[in-house]
């Protein structure tokens, strides 16, 4: 799967260092983007639809963990306006 999404506790947050990872934030919008990296992101505030070009929409918010593999092409669906924490590996 190009997504995951699974919820973490404050031991793993801690783990991966997530609080100093830098924070992203976007409007109510729809926008397509590609994945060059593989990110992984934790959702501070907001609520998402992404859809992949070859896949099913999957939606995720508040307090969700997200990984996006490397080379998914989809479209960004902002509900509610997202705030998230990100690091590409």
Known sequence: MNIS??????KKIEHLGIKSWPVWEKEVSRFNWQYDSTEECYILEG????????GSPVTFGKGDFV????????EWNVQEA???HYNFK
């Not at 999404?5 to 404050?10: L, N």
């Open 5 to 10: 999404v699974e919820k973490i506790d404050k």
């Open 47 to 54: 609520k998402v639809t992404v859809t992949p070009d070859q």
């Open 67 to 74: 990984t996006f593999k490397k080379g998914l092409s989809c």
């Open 82 to 84: 997202v705030r998230k």
